[in-house]
């Protein structure tokens, strides 16, 4: 279940939310009767909708990016997003961008070797340089060295450049929101757990050094 409180139907503002709710629940509630035409269990409309600005702020972003003023290539774009789910460990983000890749006539093989890009020779040079760089912006916070930009400004306008990394970035807070909020494919439990040592473990086979009875030169 996601960690703040869902709206229903009933309480939803009037304006975005409603027209949201809608356009993706039709006449249902969506917090007693959850589900989208995608497979999702639509929480982040219905969390987000307690900030009713929030949503209409998200929802322009969404706008902005497919908006017919963009110039970026929209396959390029969707690489960046499906990178920056992947990278930052949102299943619910590299899911949905997977599907809007198919959308864009992207083959299965290309889609499915977005993970490990770098040793994929199914990318074009364009869109490797555009993989390199939404891993320096996802995974480096932003530290791009001065050849991977280089090599951007030789295919991409100043005007792309400042689009794609805008949405990059932008779903990259995406993906860490929905982890952090547990919501949609991202209410998983911690991956990285102990694993419990079997009854009796006497430590051999790893440094304990509060026991003293090893001598680890």
Not at 76 to 98: D, I, M, P, Y
Not at 130 to 146: F, H, I, K, S
Not at 175 to 204: F, H, N, S
């Amino acid at each position: 279940m996601p960690r703040l409180r869902q709206v229903p139907r009933a309480e939803v503002d009037q304006g975005t939310g409603l027209r949201m709710y809608n356009l993706l629940f039709g006449d249902r509630d969506p917090v007693a009767e959850p589900g989208t035409a995608t497979g999702t269990p639509g929480d982040w409309w219905t969390v987000f909708a307690l900030v009713p600005d929030c949503l209409h702020h998200a929802c322009q972003g969404f706008g902005f990016y497919r908006s017919p003023n963009r110039k970026i290539d929209p396959v390029l774009r969707e690489l960046g997003q499906t990178r920056a789910g992947w990278n930052k460990g949102s299943q619910f983000v590299f899911s949905q961008h997977c599907k809007s890749l198919r959308g864009l006539n992207v083959s299965e093989e290309r889609i499915a070797a977005i993970p490990h890009w770098e040793v994929a020779d199914c990318f074009t040079e364009n869109e490797r340089a555009v993989l390199a760089y939404t891993d320096y912006l996802t995974l480096q916070n932003g530290r791009v060295p001065d050849p991977v930009f280089d090599r951007l400004k030789t295919f991409l306008s100043d005007e792309e450049i400042l689009e794609f990394t805008y949405i990059t970035c932008l779903y990259d807070m995406h993906a860490v929101m929905t982890r952090a909020l547990r919501l949609e494919y991202d209410d998983v439990d911690e991956r990285i757990v102990e694993i419990a040592a079997p009854e009796g473990d006497v430590g051999r086979d790893f440094l304990d050094t509060g026991r003293g009875d090893a001598d680890v030169r």
